[in-house]
């Protein structure tokens, strides 16, 4: 996945929507998590502090920075006895 974006997405004469970022957030893993990061932050960064894609995107962004570092647990522990995916931190 690379961090380029769409160009019709970074248009100075286009209001970035809330449906902007979440198109964005749709398909967030950890594998991908800090490329998606970056990408909303550059469609956000010029939106005052109170524009409500300013707002999902900075709660977004957090998760991302989240699930970057801590990974996601998939499946049940016990299931198939199969342990969950381990963390990226060092515990």
Known sequence: ???SEKPE????????TVEDVRQLMG???????LQLRNRIQK???DLDS???????GEREIAR???IAF?????G??????EPPLPSLVEK
Do not use: C, Q, Y
């Open 1 to 3: 996945m690379s961090e």
């Open 9 to 16: 997405r970074l248009k100075k004469d286009r209001r970035v």
């Open 76 to 81: 049940i522990a016990a299931e198939r006895e």
């Open 64 to 66: 991302l920075d989240k």
């Open 50 to 56: 109170n524009d409500p894609a300013r707002i999902e």
């Open 43 to 45: 469609l956000i960064r």
């Open 27 to 33: 398909a967030s893993t950890p594998h991908f998590a």
């Open 70 to 74: 801590t990974g996601e647990t998939r």
